[in-house]
């Protein structure tokens, strides 16, 4: 099983941590299954970018990003050549190192 180490952040997680999740599930249902209430203003489903990560290592063992997804990360904040967002990003067999940017481009921040 993988584990993802949370870089601290200091809303979602100040300590940072590691979780396991099994492979084929999204960051993002790993994340929200562990306690880290990561933003997805749009359920998971592929069409805002609140779910935004920074995969810092492993980033090749994830699948491949589609081209939806490639176009919302253009407007995702703080963008950068491993940024994923996380309800895309289906972990496979490696472990990965993921960092939350510090803002999202949600002005409304929905309770979940």
Known sequence: MP????????????QGAEISAPSGTSICEALLDNGIAIEHACDMSCA???????????????????EE?????DRAWGLEPQ?????????AQRDV?????KYTINH?????
């Open 3 to 14: 584990v993802i180490k949370i870089l601290p952040h200091h809303e979602y997680c100040p």
């Open 48 to 66: 805002c970018t609140t779910c935004h990560v920074v995969v810092r290592e492993g980033y090749q063992s994830l699948n491949a990003a589609q």
């Open 69 to 73: 997804e490639e176009d919302l990360l």
């Open 83 to 91: 940024s994923r967002l996380s309800c895309q990003a289906i972990l």
């Open 97 to 101: 190192v993921i960092e939350i940017p």
């Open 108 to 112: 409304a921040r929905e309770n979940h």
